[in-house]
């Protein structure tokens, strides 16, 4: 497929965004998303339904703004084919499919950026009749788990798309107890400064502790409202998104 249609030797690519997704309605969960200001480089989140699981990514592509955004559109174009006939089976290996879409996504960027182009991914796939979460953490910032007996982080699984055209990717499994709090946020948002001082996870993590939003979108909000305040002004280093998945208590 011809992404960038040329109508001569000449003529500029033309380039493309994502598309804004909008969030499914999940039995006994709720999912959201939010980012701060203007798109300055390649933060992309999509989410799809599929037999009832839900399928979420949030990808981080380096780069120039509108080579990123190109690239983020070209992934999600990859991501809502292949997703709906990965995951379509109602007796599915959740971790099996996990690792072959992480491959195929990270064989898309490199094939988009025509070249490296490391870009951190998160890839997740949630079960809500067992509230599990199998999941591809591909050098992505950890997410960040919250429930009755604290925050927990889901580290890295494997190294960021777009570096290698044959690296592997693993897949892990959480569980999202009622009430639970599944946290994305991209780097953006931990390498927020003022001062020299780091937002870091460490503030993500103390925001999602006191935090009481009424639903998944109000605390993607949240966690953004806290970046600018801890920088005393909106940021402008980079894009600034947030993701959760929260299961009903």
């Not at 109000?218 to 600018?228: G, K, M, P, Q, T």
Request: glycine residues 8%.
């Amino acid at each position: 497929m011809n992404f960038f249609g040329h109508q001569d030797e000449s003529a500029a690519p033309t380039l493309r965004q994502p598309e804004p997704p909008e969030a499914p309605s999940i039995p006994g969960a709720e999912i959201g998303a939010a980012y701060s200001g203007e798109r300055m480089g390649g933060d992309f989140f999509d989410f799809l339904l599929v037999n009832s699981r839900l399928v979420f990514l949030m990808l981080d592509v380096s780069g120039q703004r509108d080579s990123a955004q190109n690239i983020a559109a070209i992934v999600q174009d990859h991501f809502r084919r292949e997703v709906p006939q990965l995951f379509a089976a109602t007796e599915l290996n959740e971790a099996t499919a996990i690792v072959e879409l992480s491959l195929s996504l990270n064989r898309t960027v490199l094939e988009a950026a025509d070249g490296i182009c490391a870009s951190s991914a998160f890839l997740g796939c949630y079960d809500p009749q067992l509230g599990t979460v199998c999941y591809s953490n591909a050098g992505h910032v950890p997410g960040l788990v919250r429930d009755r007996t604290g925050i927990s982080q889901l580290p890295a699984t494997g190294l960021p798309f777009g570096l290698f055209s044959h690296a592997t990717h693993d897949a892990s499994m959480t569980v999202l107890a009622p009430g639970a709090v599944l946290l994305l946020v991209s780097r953006g948002v931990v390498e927020a400064r003022c001062q020299g001082n780091e937002f870091g996870v460490e503030g993500v993590s103390a925001t999602l502790e006191h935090v009481n939003a009424p639903s998944a979108q109000r605390l993607c909000v949240a966690i953004l409202d806290s970046v600018e305040r801890f920088m005393c002004g909106p940021p402008t280093h980079n894009d600034v998104t947030a993701l959760a998945l929260v299961r009903q208590g």
